[in-house]
């Protein structure tokens, strides 16, 4: 098993659709001890029984736009493990209106929120995490999407805090490197999930893909989490601030 002894930390879980919750399955089934956070007490009711069923070690409250929320799960995790192998940060926010029209759209307080949550919330939980991941050839692995590079229809601020997110992994590999911590993404192929669902057009977008990509499919959340245990085991002991495409080879197509 490639991550037997493994202790990962894992945010982002919505549903059972969830790209971090393929990778909690695989994780699993690969070896680790998963300890699994949620974001308020109403996606609560549909992640805790998901991460009982892989006998997580902890089930947490994270609200990533709180520090103090950021810190208690460490002090909380502290208290179940004497450390932390691998973090996964799958979470990503724009409110819908800022997801419809071009970016000339976007407001002060939607971009702010975007960033918040879908790049901040990488640094933070980072600057609390690494006491615990420090001298552990610990991995980070967060979530991104090919409009960080290139425009997508009503992606807007989303494709602009996905380009800072994966700026952020380059910076935090360097950062977190001394320590023997690598930072890495994926960057996904679309796939339908919870917060894909709020992208204008996203049908569209699928069709599309399915169309162009050399392998002539769209990815699942499964073939994601399986460059995930790759990413985040010894086997990708030298990689660090890569961002890993998963999208069955679309990036690489011009017409």
Request: glycine share 10%; hydrophobic share 45%.
């Amino acid at each position: 098993m490639l991550l037997q002894g493994k202790k990962a930390l894992i945010f982002g879980i919505a549903n059972e659709k969830s790209i971090a919750w393929a990778i909690a399955r695989a994780f699993h089934g690969q070896g680790a001890e998963l300890a699994i956070t949620y974001a308020g007490e109403a996606l609560e009711k549909r992640v805790r029984p998901l991460a009982e069923s892989l006998n997580s070690k902890a089930i947490l409250p994270c609200n990533v736009t709180s520090d103090d929320d950021i810190k208690g799960v460490f002090s909380e995790l502290g208290k179940v493990w004497d450390g932390v192998d691998i973090i996964i940060h799958s979470i990503a926010f724009a409110n819908k209106d800022e997801l419809k029209g071009t970016i000339i759209n976007t407001s002060r307080e939607g971009f702010a929120n975007a960033m918040d949550i879908s790049v901040y919330s990488f640094l933070g939980i980072m600057k609390e995490a690494m006491p615990m991941l420090q001298g552990r050839n610990a991995a980070a692995l967060t979530l991104s999407y090919y409009g960080a590079v290139k425009v997508f229809p009503s992606y807007n601020v989303m494709g602009v805090a996905k380009a800072a997110l994966e700026a952020s992994v380059r910076y935090l590999a360097e950062a977190a490197g001394p320590e023997g911590v690598r930072v890495n993404a994926i960057s996904a192929g679309p796939i339908r999930t919870l917060a894909a669902s709020g992208v204008n057009g996203f049908t569209q977008i699928l069709n599309h893909v399915e169309e162009k990509a050399p392998l002539r499919r769209n990815v699942t959340q499964e073939d994601v989490a399986r460059a995930a245990v790759y990413l985040c085991s010894d086997m990708a002991s030298g990689v660090s601030g890569e961002i890993h495409y998963v999208d069955g080879g679309y990036n690489v197509i011009g017409i």
